[in-house]
């Protein structure tokens, strides 16, 4: 039997109900497993987020790397609360992690799932299946800035935020983008960047792609501006198939998918440090929602999808996609959340998946 040590991390806001649905699921598929290659999950719950904000000053635990840092993975909810400055909860916890752990390839697949309806599927009849690649270690979200620099009195402050583009750092994700590309039915990589205005760090970015793409010739690959991207989301789904972008195009990429597939509330995600010298971590891409949270109506399917990630990590890719097919089970016979036109609550969702884990 093999015990997988798992840190939770419900955090803010639907965070705790989503995680707690997750966590069902999973315990659930454990029990069911009668097999040699029998599993359980040993779950730690850290209190962190918003709440402990409040009681200590701090987001996580002074010495929280360093706690995580025993456990096989993470598994994440979301971030922020009205009470504490977006960038406070932002950079307090998830940030920490996520650079503190090097999880520099964060990965989101974005699909149709049956019976849910989306804004595009009247126009596209392909499925619609990409993964956005999202660089999540620099770029955007180095960090590097200050504000009150020339501050000359009332009115007149200044902020500087710089983007840091590192050529190992380009270089890394890029090619993560084509290795993921080789093992995906359509082989095609589409670079994002606004590298037209941009002129250092972004035309650094495409001088690597190109060079990256050279050496896998079996890959088709394309550049795209991201405003034109945007469109191309819209316009021609069926043209993409991996989408690398940097830190803060991917993000707002990503949540553009996931809503053109249905719902913010259906996007899964991985933050992976590929080296695996630290924990990789697990979480649904949508925020802590503060307007539904405690109703018990949030929709838990991307962090489901999310514990389906973390199985493929952890060297359970059957038991993965039993979690994927019983996902799109509970879609096609109509339990939907709100979010999707549905009346399900989390509960009665997550139940539903369990149901269909055969
Ligand atoms: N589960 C994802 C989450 O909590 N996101 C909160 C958020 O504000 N993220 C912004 C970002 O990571 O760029």
Redesign the pocket.
């Known amino acids: 039997m093999q015990t997988f040590r798992i840190a939770a991390i419900p955090a803010d806001g639907v ?1 705790r109900e989503v995680v707690a649905a997750g966590r069902e699921v999973l315990d659930a598929l454990a029990s069911a497993s009668k097999s040699a290659s029998d599993f359980a999950f040993d779950w730690t719950e850290f209190d962190w987020g918003c709440d402990h904000y409040h009681r200590t000053g701090r987001m996580m635990a002074e010495d929280g790397l360093d706690r995580l840092k025993e456990f096989d993975a993470i598994y ?5 609360w009205p009470s504490v400055p ?1 960038h406070i909860s ?1 950079w307090g916890l ?1 940030l920490a992690v996520c650079q503190g752990f090097d999880q520099w390839a964060n990965v989101r697949p974005v699909r149709f799932l049956p019976g849910v309806t989306s804004p595009l599927r009247k126009a596209a009849e392909v499925p619609l299946d990409w993964v956005v690649v999202r660089e999540n270690s620099e770029g955007e979200y180095a960090g590097l800035g200050g504000r009150n620099l020339a501050a000359r009195g009332p009115g007149s402050e200044v902020a500087i935020q710089s983007s840091l583009f590192t050529e190992a750092g380009c270089e890394r994700i890029i090619r993560y983008a084509f290795e993921l590309a080789a093992t995906r039915e359509r082989k095609h990589v589409t670079s994002v960047t606004k590298s037209n205005a941009q002129q250092f760090g972004m035309v650094l970015w495409d001088d690597v792609f190109r060079r990256v793409a050279a050496e896998y010739p079996h890959i088709e690959s394309d550049s795209c501006l991201v405003d034109a991207m945007a469109a191309r989301f819209v316009l021609r789904p069926e043209d993409l198939s991996v989408v690398v972008a940097s830190n803060l195009h991917a ?1 707002i990429l990503s949540d553009l998918g996931s809503a053109l597939a249905g719902s913010l509330g259906l996007a899964a995600s991985a933050n992976y440090n590929p080296e695996r010298r630290f924990p990789s971590m697990f ?6 929602a503060p307007d539904i949270a405690g109703q018990g109506v949030a929709n838990p399917i991307g962090a489901i999808g999310s514990a389906a990630l973390m199985l493929g990590h952890l060297g359970l890719p059957a038991e993965a996609a039993r979690v994927d097919r019983a996902i799109e089970a509970t879609t096609a016979a109509g339990v939907l959340p709100r979010d999707l036109g549905g009346t399900a609550s989390t509960q009665e969702i997550t139940l539903a998946v369990i149901d269909s884990l055969g």
């Open positions: 965070g994440f909810g979301a971030v922020g977006d932002l998830r993000d979480e649904p891409v949508h925020g802590s």
